[in-house]
C-alpha cells in the first residue's frame, strides 16, 4: 500500500489556488502508484485562516470547491482533506475537519478534538471540539484519522497533560495505522521533539504513524514541513524536505532515505529565509526594502532578504548622519559588494538642520536630550516608508529581540515596516547566525562583527551606555520570556538584583511598543506576537 503525504505551501484564504495545488499534487501520487494521498490540517484555507473562519459565505465556498476537487479525482486516488466544516448542532458553528474525498463524493470523516488555546493557537475560538475520535476504514485498513493536537497529549511523553483526555488512546487497540493532519508551527529544535514524540507513539501503539505537515510562511509563522512515517516499532522510514514543498509517496513496508534535517544555524537561516520570501510574496511583494547602518542586525537582515528574495531585487538604503562613522559606511558598501545588493545613500544632515529649525520655539532653554535622538531614527522611518511608498517595495525591520523586549527602539523610526526578519532573534543569536554565515568565507564584513554595538545617534555612543552586557541581558531575557521565571528565580541563578530589576522594568514599560510593531518571524518556543498578550496599562 502507497500513501502520498501532500506537504505544500498554501496561501491562506486562497481556496482555488490552494484546491489546485493540492489536486496537482494527488495526481501526481497517483502517477507514483499511490491509492490514497494525505494533505495537512485545515489545507483548502491554508493554515491559521483565523477570522476568516467567521464569514458564512467563505466557508461554504470551501465545501463547494470540495465537491468540485473530488469529482476531479474521482476514480484517480482517494484523498483525506483538511478543511474546516459546518457542525450542525449547538455550539461552534465550525468543524476542523478532515474529509475523505472518494467516488467523487465528500464524505466528512473526523474532526478535531484537542483545541489549543495557547501561545500563537486559538483555535476554541471558531471550532467546536470532536466528542470522540476518529476511525475509518479504507484500502482494507482500519485508519485512525487525527489532526494536529490530538497527536500531542500522550501521559506517558509529556511530564504533564494540557488535556484530559488522550485521542490517540482512546482508539489505537482498534486502528492498523494512524493518519495525522498537522499545521505545526516551527521554533528552534522543534523537529527532535516532534520525531521523538511520534515515534513514541508508534511503539507505544505498535502501529505505523503517518505525520503530514504544512510548509511555508503565513504572517510571522513559519512552518518547516518535514513530514515524516514510523513504522510500528518507531523506526523513521521516510521524511519529507525541510522549509520545502515536497510529495513523499511512501511504501509502508519499505524504509526510505530520510530528507536531511537541518539543525542549529542552519535550520534558524533556513527558516528565516523562507518566512521572508512567503510573507513578501502572499502579500504581493517581489522586491524589498533594508536600512542599512553598518551595524550586526542590519547586516544580517540584508543578508537574508538578499537570499529571500534573490539579491537583485534589494535596495540597502544608507541614511548618514554627522553622528556616523566613516568606518559603518564603508562597512555597509563592502556588505552590499558581497552580496551583490544596490545601495542608495541618503544623508540626513540637512532633514535633522530643518527639525531643529521648526522645533527652535518650543524647545528654546531645553537641553539635547534623546528627542533628538529619536527625531534621527524618524527621519530614517520617514525616508524608508517614502521610498516604499514611491518604489513598491517592501521595507524588512532590523531590530533583534532583545531590543524589542526591552525598548531600545524609536517609534515610527528604526521600527517602521511591514515585517520584523529578525525580530525573535536575541542579539547573541545574531552574532551567532552572522559568524555561521561567514563560515565558508566573508560576507559580513568581520569589522561589523568585531566592533561595539552602537546606534551612532549621538558621539561615541554605545548600547552598552544603556543596557547591560548582551551575554547577561539575552540570560535575563530568555529567562523571563521563554522560561517564565520571576524575578526571584532569575537572581537566584546569580545575577545582580539592580539589573535584573531594571531589565524587567524596562520590559513592562515596553510593552506599549511591542504593541505597534511591525510582526516578526517567529523561531523561539515564545515570541514577541500572536504567542506574547500582555496587558499595557498594569501594575
Request: proline share 6%.
Amino acid at each position: 500500500m502507497k500513501i502520498g503525504l501532500l506537504q505544500l505551501n498554501l496561501t491562506v484564504g486562497d481556496l482555488v489556488g490552494n484546491a489546485q495545488r493540492i489536486e496537482l499534487a494527488a495526481l501526481a501520487c497517483a502517477d507514483q502508484g499511490a491509492q490514497l494521498a494525505v494533505t495537512s490540517e485545515l489545507a483548502l484555507f491554508g493554515y491559521p485562516p483565523r477570522d476568516l473562519l467567521l464569514e458564512p459565505a467563505w466557508v461554504a465556498t470551501a465545501e463547494e470547491i470540495s465537491l468540485k476537487l473530488a469529482q476531479s479525482l474521482k476514480g484517480k486516488v482517494d484523498l483525506l482533506l483538511g478543511t474546516a466544516i459546518a457542525h450542525p448542532d449547538q455550539g461552534k458553528p465550525l468543524l476542523n475537519a478532515v474529509v475523505l474525498l472518494e467516488t467523487g463524493q465528500v464524505k466528512p470523516c473526523a474532526s478535531k478534538m484537542l483545541l489549543p488555546t495557547y501561545d500563537v493557537f486559538d483555535e476554541a475560538r471558531y471550532f467546536e471540539p470532536a466528542p470522540q475520535a476518529h476511525a475509518i476504514e479504507l484500502l482494507a485498513k482500519r485508519f485512525g484519522v487525527s489532526i494536529c493536537e490530538d497527536l500531542w497529549n500522550d501521559g506517558q511523553f509529556w511530564p504533564t497533560q494540557r488535556y484530559s483526555r488522550d485521542p490517540i488512546a482512546e482508539i489505537a487497540g482498534d486502528i492498523d495505522l494512524l493518519v495525522n493532519l498537522s499545521s505545526s508551527p516551527f521554533y528552534r529544535d522543534k523537529q527532535v521533539l516532534r520525531e521523538e514524540m511520534i515515534a513514541h507513539t508508534a511503539r507505544r501503539h505498535k502501529i505505523p504513524v503517518i505525520y503530514v505537515n504544512q510548509v511555508g510562511g503565513n504572517d510571522e509563522l513559519i512552518f518547516d514541513g518535514r513530514s515524516c512515517v514510523f513504522d510500528a516499532r518507531g523506526t523513521l522510514i521516510a521524511r519529507a524536505k525541510a522549509f520545502d514543498e515536497d510529495i513523499l509517496v511512501c511504501d509502508l513496508n519499505a524504509t526510505q532515505i530520510p530528507a536531511p534535517s537541518p539543525t542549529g544555524e542552519a535550520e534558524i537561516w533556513e527558516a528565516l529565509v523562507l518566512g521572508t520570501r512567503d510573507y513578501a510574496h502572499k502579500c504581493g511583494f517581489t522586491q524589498g526594502l533594508v536600512a542599512l547602518s553598518g551595524g550586526i542586525d542590519s547586516a544580517l537582515t540584508v543578508a537574508i532578504v538578499a537570499e529571500a528574495l534573490g539579491s537583485e531585487n534589494l535596495l540597502a538604503v544608507m541614511m548618514p548622519s554627522p553622528y556616523s562613522s566613516s568606518g559603518s559606511i564603508d562597512d555597509s558598501l563592502a556588505l552590499a559588494e558581497n552580496l551583490g545588493v544596490e545601495t542608495l545613500k541618503l544623508p540626513i544632515a540637512s532633514a535633522m538642520t530643518a527639525y531643529e529649525e521648526i522645533l527652535a520655539k518650543p524647545f528654546a532653554g531645553l537641553a539635547p536630550d534623546i528627542t533628538e535622538e529619536n527625531l534621527q531614527a524618524r527621519i530614517r522611518g520617514n525616508l524608508i516608508m517614502a521610498l516604499s511608498n514611491k518604489l513598491r517595495r517592501l521595507v524588512f525591520t532590523t531590530g533583534n529581540k532583545s531590543e524589542i523586549a526591552v525598548g531600545y527602539s524609536t517609534l515610527y523610526g528604526d521600527t517602521a515596516g511591514a515585517l520584523g526578519v529578525i525580530g525573535d532573534l536575541f542579539k547573541t543569536e545574531v552574532y551567532r547566525l552572522a559568524h555561521w554565515i561567514n563560515r565558508n568565507g566573508t560576507v559580513i564584513p568581520e569589522a561589523i562583527l568585531t566592533k561595539a554595538p552602537s546606534a551612532e545617534l549621538k558621539p561615541d555612543q554605545r548600547d552598552q551606555d544603556t543596557l547591560p552586557p548582551y551575554e547577561i541581558l539575552d540570560a535575563i531575557l530568555r529567562a523571563r520570556i521563554e522560561g517564565h521565571q520571576s524575578t526571584a528565580q532569575i537572581v537566584a541563578q546569580g545575577f545582580d538584583p539592580a539589573v535584573v530589576e531594571r531589565v524587567l522594568k524596562m520590559m513592562r514599560i515596553a510593552e506599549f511598543k511591542r504593541g505597534q510593531l511591525p510582526p516578526s518571524l517567529k523561531v523561539s518556543s515564545r515570541a514577541f506576537g500572536l504567542g506574547w498578550q500582555m496587558p499595557i496599562a498594569r501594575r
